[in-house]
């Protein structure tokens, strides 16, 4: 079963695979939006269920446990106040953007240019 966040690593014929991260998995499970999680761009990429977990039964692919991504872990109380004010003031901004029917649509190229530049007009 794929779900959102699994780590999938595609095997190639070279010794690096690509790692992509689930980031929504359609409510009938037919369809997974994906990024390469090595890539400096990252779009998301649609690709049928099926195919991700015929890949990983025949050992094409394969599911990672460990994240090499994954920021250190920082304690909140770490972080310097004016960060957060930052951090926090950065999130509020694009927050909307990541909720309800909008996280589905930040999905497409087309809506996502659309609704970060009504953000920012």
Avoid: C, Y
Avoid at 2 to 22: A, F, N
Wanted: no cysteine.
């Amino acid at each position: 079963m794929i779900s959102q966040g699994m780590l999938i690593e595609v095997l190639g014929d070279s010794t690096d695979g690509v790692v992509l991260r689930v980031l929504h998995v359609d409510p009938t499970g037919t369809d997974v939006a994906v990024i390469d999680v090595d890539s400096p761009v990252a779009n998301p990429v649609w690709h049928k269920a099926s195919d991700l977990l015929q890949s990983l039964s025949t050992n094409e692919a394969r599911v990672l446990e460990k994240d090499h991504m994954l920021p250190p872990l920082i304690l909140e109380d770490e972080i310097p106040k004016k960060a957060k004010r930052f951090r926090d003031s950065a999130w509020e901004s694009i927050k909307p953007l990541f909720e309800g029917q909008n996280r589905i649509l930040m999905l497409f190229p087309h809506e996502r240019g659309r609704l970060i530049l009504q953000r920012v007009t």
